[in-house]
């Protein structure tokens, strides 16, 4: 068990929809990162947040969006849901120093479009 | 942009035996961070090894050790005394060693383990 939770396990939605995965960091860290695993495009990043604020973001669309909160857990927004966005969303977070920290996977979020 | 790459789609091991997984990447940075993870069927990410770019001595974590090899840009991961347990794709990442920096990961290797 790495300390980061993610919910739900699996989410079942409809095209056009709109979901929020939730990720509870490891106590103590400040930094919370959002990776997409899919068939077609491996590990992604999408976006990072430390301590509430938008530190870095990958190759994360426009219909996406995340946030971090004061108690430090962060929630990725997914809009406009396609097909294409079936994949596997991996919150990790690592610790208050950044620069030597490894991150830490939470178990993911298996998102289903239909 | 850093780019990781892992050759081997799959690798098949027997129980007990040895195998090595290969990963090279691609980075003008001198100093960095590389790491394995192991992904089983539950799917978790799971951080196996790590391995800074300024130590010239390779890592090992009990039956996993890595040969880092910098001027050549190679990372390749050691299982030894290979479990059923270590049947998973296992995957190579690349980390700037800026604060915060995101994970680059490799296309991943399968390896099975045979009984």
């Known amino acids: 068990d790495s300390g980061v939770t993610q919910t739900p396990k699996h989410l079942i939605t409809a095209t056009g929809q709109r979901v929020t995965l939730r990720c509870s960091p490891r106590?103590?860290?400040?930094?919370v990162y959002w990776y997409q695993q899919s068939l077609d495009q491996g590990l992604q990043f999408l976006i990072q947040?430390?301590?509430?604020?938008?530190?870095a973001k990958g190759n994360i669309l426009e219909r996406f969006s995340a946030q971090q909160f004061p108690d430090l857990h962060s929630e990725l927004n997914l809009s406009s849901l396609e097909l294409g966005d079936s994949a596997l969303y991996f919150c990790?977070?690592?610790?208050?120093?950044?620069?030597?920290?490894?991150?830490?996977f939470g178990p993911g979020t298996r998102l289903t479009v239909l | 942009a850093q780019t990781v790459t892992q050759s081997q789609p799959e690798m098949s091991v027997q129980e007990a035996e040895t195998v090595t997984l290969s990963c090279t990447y691609d980075?003008?940075?001198?100093?960095?961070?590389l790491f394995w993870y192991k992904q089983p069927p539950s799917r978790q990410m799971i951080l196996v090894i790590r391995?800074?770019?300024?130590?010239?001595q390779n890592a090992t974590e009990n039956r996993f050790s890595v040969n880092f090899q910098k001027a050549a840009k190679s990372f390749s991961l050691k299982i030894s005394d290979s479990q059923l347990g270590d049947a998973a794709m296992y995957f190579c990442a690349y980390r700037k060693i800026a604060a915060g920096n995101k994970l680059t990961f490799g296309g991943g290797t399968r390896v099975l383990v045979k009984p």
């Open positions: 980075t003008s940075e001198s100093d960095y961070y």
């Open positions: 947040y430390y301590n509430g604020e938008e530190r």
């Open positions: 990790a977070s690592s610790g208050i120093a950044g620069f030597t920290d490894t991150q830490y």
């Open positions: 391995q800074e770019a300024y130590k010239q």
């Open positions: 106590s103590g860290d400040l930094s």
